[in-house]
Structure formats: structure tokens, C-alpha cells
């Protein structure tokens, strides 16, 4: 399970790399680049609408794949934090209350403050 969630947060990371990178790609709707270099954008290579429409559809791919991972990877690791973990529990599986004491002093006072050895 260590490895899966090291592979969906890679994925993750270099996904909202991406869409940081392709958004800033992006133009605004009135700053066309055919208007700055004299027209001719409906000769591009991704048609009159030009490349906004391939970007926009990129973009939206990735924030879907985003949203999956950050789902994923957050079920995965409320699944890992769901886990009965316990302080009071041993590496045998049993509890420190069923666990036999070793003490050699049988007389111990129930305080945890200890006494002072008496001078007589």
C-alpha cells in the first residue's frame, strides 16, 4: 500500500504542475495572438478557434485526473489512519493489562510516588 501511495502522489504532483503550466499558457478572450501579429490565427495548427480549445480541453482533463488523485489518496490515507492502533498494545497482540507482571516487589503501594526506606 506504500507504494501505491507514492505512485498517486507523484501522479498528483506532477499533475497540478501541469495545470499551473497550462493555465498560465492560456490566453485571456480578448488578448488573441493573431490580433497582435496582423491576423492569420485561422491558419494554426489546431484550427480557427486555435489552440484555447485544445488547452481548455487539456486543462479540464487534468483537474479531472487532479480530483481523482486527491480522492484516492485521501481515502487511502483515512484507511491507513482507521487502522486499531493502540499504545496499550503489544507486538503479540495482547494488552499490557493481560500481559503477567514481573515485578519482584509484591508489596508495591498502589502510588507512584515512591517511599522513603525507613532508618530503624
Known amino acids: 500500500m506504500n507504494l501505491l501511495t507514492s ?16 493555465v498560465l499558457l492560456q ?10 501579429f496582423g491576423g492569420g490565427s485561422s491558419n494554426s ?7 484555447a480549445t485544445f488547452l481548455s480541453r487539456v486543462t479540464g482533463s487534468l483537474a479531472a485526473v487532479f480530483f481523482i488523485t486527491g480522492l484516492t ?5 483515512t484507511q491507513q489512519s482507521a487502522a ?3 499504545v496499550m498494545t ?6 499490557s493489562s493481560d ?9 508495591a503501594s498502589e502510588s507512584d510516588v515512591p517511599t522513603a526506606p525507613s532508618t530503624d
Open 84 to 86: 486499531p492502533t493502540s
Open 45 to 51: 495548427v489546431f484550427g480557427s478557434r486555435g489552440s
Open 27 to 36: 490566453q485571456g478572450k480578448g488578448a488573441d495572438m493573431g490580433a497582435a
Open 99 to 107: 500481559v503477567p507482571s514481573t515485578d519482584s516487589n509484591d508489596n
Open 73 to 77: 489518496l485521501a481515502y487511502i490515507y
Open 7 to 22: 505512485i498517486f502522489t507523484v501522479v498528483h504532483l506532477v499533475v497540478a504542475i501541469a495545470i499551473v503550466v497550462l
Open 90 to 95: 503489544t507486538e503479540s497482540g495482547l494488552e
